[in-house]
Nanobody, 114 residues
Framework: QVQLVESGGGLVPPGGSLRLSCVAP????????MGWYRQAPGKQRELVAT???????NVADSVKGRFTISRDNARNTVYLQMDSLKPEDTGVYYC????????WGQGIQVTVSS
């Protein structure tokens, strides 16, 4: 299990922006696929975006064009830039590291509401 530390959530009005950060241990960051998932109340956890060690990204259709995932290998950090937020983006966002098995962060709340 890899320790992942998330930050950057909060309350934002519709149309606003947030940036989530997730720091992973240096010795594993460059070897793992990193990603973000989210879980809305009463719903299953779903993929938001992933990024490979080659920087190739995969973004869910529901957030494509609004969310951007990136990674900074020097800082062992993966980011999720969220723009044009909608109320349906509300949920707990989880950082994920994958290399044969999943490791999860503790989750961070994002609330989009006026």
């Amino acid at each position: 299990q890899v320790q992942l530390v998330e930050s950057g959530g909060g309350l934002v009005p519709p149309g606003g922006s947030l940036r989530l950060s997730c720091v992973a241990p240096q010795n594993i960051f460059r070897l793992y696929r990193m990603g973000w998932y989210r879980q809305a109340p009463g719903k299953q956890r779903e993929l938001v975006a992933t990024i490979l060690t080659t920087d190739k990204t995969n973004v869910a259709d529901s957030v494509k064009g609004r969310f951007t995932i990136s990674r900074d290998n020097a800082r062992n950090t993966v980011y999720l830039q969220m723009d044009s937020l909608k109320p349906e983006d509300t949920g707990v966002y989880y950082c994920n590291a994958y290399r044969g098995y999943d490791s999860w962060g503790q989750g961070i709340q994002v609330t989009v509401s006026s």
